[in-house]
Nanobody, 122 residues
Framework: QVQLVESGGGLVQPGGSLRLSCAAS????????MGWYRQAPGKERELVAA???????NYADSVKGRFTISRDNAKNTVYLQMNSLKPEDTAVYYC????????????????WGQGTQVTVSS
């Protein structure tokens, strides 16, 4: 089976930085797109940033210039470097990935991590 495990959340002051990590483990043949979503209380889950297996990225307008997504394909890990954090970045951050578990299954399956809390407050 496949698991996504996030780490790196916490409490940070406005203007501070955090780095989130998400490691995929289990039966993995290949990983296509990976991404980070977030959900604040009372709001819908939204895409923060995504990265393809080839390294192409896209970001929500609200985080452009402040957040950077990257991945280490050898470690099946995706990262989110968050700088210049604002109180409105407070949310539970979820890792997401499209993963093929075996070579004979051509369509990837979508997986979610359990989420990690990020709180930006003075």
């Amino acid at each position: 089976q496949v698991q996504l495990v996030e780490s790196g959340g916490g409490l940070v002051q406005p203007g501070g930085s955090l780095r989130l990590s998400c490691a995929a483990s289990g039966r993995i043949f290949s990983i296509n797109a990976m991404g980070w979503y977030r959900q604040a209380p009372g709001k819908e889950r939204e895409l923060v940033a995504a990265i393809t297996s080839g390294g192409s990225t896209n970001y929500a307008d609200s985080v452009k210039g402040r957040f950077t997504i990257s991945r280490d394909n050898a470690k099946n890990t995706v990262y989110l470097q968050m700088n210049s954090l604002k109180p409105e970045d407070t949310a539970v951050y979820y890792c997401n990935a499209d993963i093929r578990s075996t070579y004979w299954i051509s369509n990837p399956r979508n997986y979610w991590g359990q989420g990690t809390q990020v709180t930006v407050s003075s």
